[in-house]
């Protein structure tokens, strides 16, 4: 079985232009850090032209599926039929970007069957991340 799950899907860019452009995403999850999800963009998906990748935590994800969730960086919530809106906050502005509801319902069921929710602290390095702390604070 893979430690990684990664799905390519086409996101929406809200911008003020009339018609939003439709860039390729990927949603990726990885078993190394079970409690993570993370949405990368592509270059041309960003002002500063460079690669922009967010992680938040999957619960986060799975919540803003069905209702608002987020207080902080990065909130979800859904939007119309079939659409979930996910928003990046940071220092430059907010970035907003339509999903399809099912293509992140199906990313979540394969992550699950990958990492159960609630299982997640099974799949943790407890002793290499003390390790990485340590060496870290030398």
């Given at each position: ?49 460079v690669a922009v ?65 609630g299982r997640e ?18």
């Amino acid at each position: 079985m893979p430690d990684v799950v990664e799905q390519a899907v086409q996101a929406r860019l809200v911008t003020p232009a009339p018609r939003m452009e439709t860039v390729p995403t990927t949603l990726r999850y990885d078993r190394a850090d079970p409690f993570a999800v993370s949405v990368g963009f592509p270059p041309q998906a960003t002002l500063a032209g460079v690669a922009v990748s967010w992680a938040f935590a999957r619960d986060l994800l799975a919540a803003g599926v069905r209702a608002p969730a987020g207080v902080g960086d990065v909130r979800v919530r859904p939007f119309g039929y079939d659409r979930t809106v996910l928003e990046f906050h940071s220092r430059e502005g907010v970035a907003m970007v339509h999903i399809h509801t099912t293509e992140l319902r199906r990313f979540l069921k394969r992550t699950e069957a990958l990492v159960p929710a609630g299982r997640e602290h099974r799949y943790l390095d407890v002793d290499q991340d003390v390790l990485e702390l340590l060496r870290d604070a030398c």
